[in-house]
């Protein structure tokens, strides 16, 4: 098997992943689901050969891991400013500039909010992501940031729910 469909087989198992997470009603699902997604996602861009994409999804899966544990005075902007360090070296186009912005919000986000507010922050968070998939026109990648979006409205517009019970 060549890495290139090593890659997009990385990809598309990332992609289910992160839909399962993001239609979930419980944050810890939420939560943990995204870490292996970003995980995955992280190997996939790699073997693309995408150093921006890899770099901000291993801190978008280190953000996922530690969220919900407390710190998050000291963490949420320690991550934030990874992600502009990332720009700083690492984005050459106004859509990679986008991603960083996604990742600053998602560094407040993951550590202040829950529920609702979370799943708000994360729609606006898709939408950044959306503009550099379209931009390096990513069938994939437009894909998933649409889906994740249609999920993510769905859990925040349909049927309450309530808060499913953490389970460790």
């Known amino acids: ?8 087989a990385l990809g598309f198992l990332s ?4 839909w399962w997470a993001n239609s979930q009603s419980s944050d810890h ?12 996602t992280a190997a996939h861009l790699g073997l693309l050969g995408s150093p921006l994409g890899m770099s901000n999804q291993m801190v978008n899966a280190a ?8 710190g998050g005075r ?3 902007p320690l991550f ?6 990332q720009g700083w070296w690492l984005a050459s186009h106004w859509s990679e500039w986008c991603v960083v912005a996604a990742s600053v919000i998602s560094s407040y986000l993951l550590f202040h909010c829950r529920g609702r507010a979370l799943r708000w922050g994360l729609l606006l968070c ?6 550099l998939s379209v931009t390096l026109l990513s069938w994939s990648g437009c894909l ?10 769905h859990t925040l517009l349909g049927p309450e729910r309530t808060e499913q019970p953490e389970r460790g």
């Open 80 to 85: 934030a400013a990874l992600a502009l360090a």
């Open 15 to 18: 992609m289910g992943i992160g």
């Open 63 to 70: 953000r996922f891991a530690l969220a919900g544990r407390g």
């Open 144 to 153: 998933y940031q649409v889906v994740t979006m249609a999920l993510l409205l």
């Open 126 to 131: 898709n939408a950044l992501n959306l503009t």
């Open 74 to 76: 000291v963490l949420a």
């Open 1 to 8: 098997m060549s890495l290139y469909l090593l890659a997009q």
């Open 29 to 40: 699902r939420l939560l943990r689901g995204n870490l292996v997604a970003a995980g995955l």
